[in-house]
């Protein structure tokens, strides 16, 4: 057992400074970190015999000064669909991403997993890139500033939030340094770590349109890295779907042109084409030149 929790320190300090904010711990390491606590907080050393107790220590007692210790999942990396209903087998999906080995094991992604939120039968699908702030802090995707420009996109469309299924590629806000309020995109990294997710989602839901919002969700579906002005404006597939690239809500939010929201607008109403809604006069004249 080291005597003084110092190397450790210095090296997660390192790890932090490489923008690194989790790391994972097996329960032998975790009975160590134990120790260190109980040390600094000048409180009785943990007894050894403790490595046979086969609860859990917990997060908080683990923790480091200003490094989260993620708790050793089970070594899961095969996702597995149970349930009878389409959502009873999206909740086993959610079920297991608390612990996806793959994703958490990276050590670049947040705690809080985020899954889906709507319709797991709907006809429409949309996916995002990754949940930020707003979405950690309320579990659910899209619910910040993007999320309320796509509502408006929907409700644009007469379609409720509710009657879609909404998802992200990556299921865990990606983690920065010193982070408040601030998001970053997911890496090829944490993409690829999470895919098993949305492929599945969309075998469960098997909806009648896939709409990727941005690049980011575009590039882990079509497996590709061209620009968004490029991918939109027709139609691609994913598991023989029809898929629809458009530009994520956050770059309308970013960019008030209306030719932008135009193009945005013009992807929907193909959408609306291809599924057989009706559309009015109005719904076609939005965001044209007066
Ligand atoms: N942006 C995304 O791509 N997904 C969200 O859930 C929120 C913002």
Excluded at 16 to 44: N, P
Aim: charge should be neutral; proline fraction near 7%; aromatic fraction near 6%.
């Amino acid at each position: 057992m080291p005597t003084s929790a110092e190397p450790l320190v210095s090296y997660l300090r390192q790890l932090e400074a490489k923008g690194q904010t989790h790391v994972s711990v097996d329960d032998d390491a975790r009975l160590i970190l134990r120790e260190f606590y109980m040390r600094a907080k000048g409180g009785q050393p943990a007894a050894v015999e403790q490595k046979t107790v086969s609860q859990p220590v917990s997060k908080e007692e683990t923790k480091l000064p200003e490094a989260v210790v993620e708790s050793a999942a089970p070594a899961e990396s095969a996702l597995t669909v149970s349930g009878g209903t389409a959502r009873e087998k999206i909740d086993s999906l959610r079920q297991q991403a608390e612990k996806w080995k793959p994703a958490r094991g990276l050590g670049s992604l947040r705690q809080t997993m985020v899954f889906s939120t709507g319709d797991p039968e709907a006809d429409i699908m949309l996916v995002g890139e990754a949940p930020g702030f707003d979405e950690e802090r309320l579990h659910e995707p899209f619910v910040g500033k993007a999320g309320q420009k796509l509502d408006d996109i929907l409700r644009a469309m007469g379609v409720g939030r509710k009657q879609c299924y909404i998802s992200n590629i990556v299921k865990f806000r990606p983690a920065m340094p010193n982070q408040t309020t601030n998001n970053r995109k997911p890496t090829k990294e944490e993409m690829a770590a999470c895919m098993p997710f949305i492929e599945q989602e969309v075998k469960i839901v098997q909806p009648k349109v896939i709409i990727a919002l941005g690049g980011t969700a575009a590039h882990a579906l079509l497996d590709c890295d061209l620009a968004v002005a490029r991918m939109r404006g027709s139609f691609h597939e994913y598991q023989g779907i029809p898929l629809r690239v458009t530009y994520h809500p956050s770059y309308i939010l970013h960019n008030e042109a209306t030719s932008e929201k135009r193009k945005l607008w013009e992807d929907m109403l193909e959408v609306m084409g291809l599924l057989g809604m009706p559309v009015s006069d109005k719904q076609k004249s939005y965001f044209l030149p007066k």
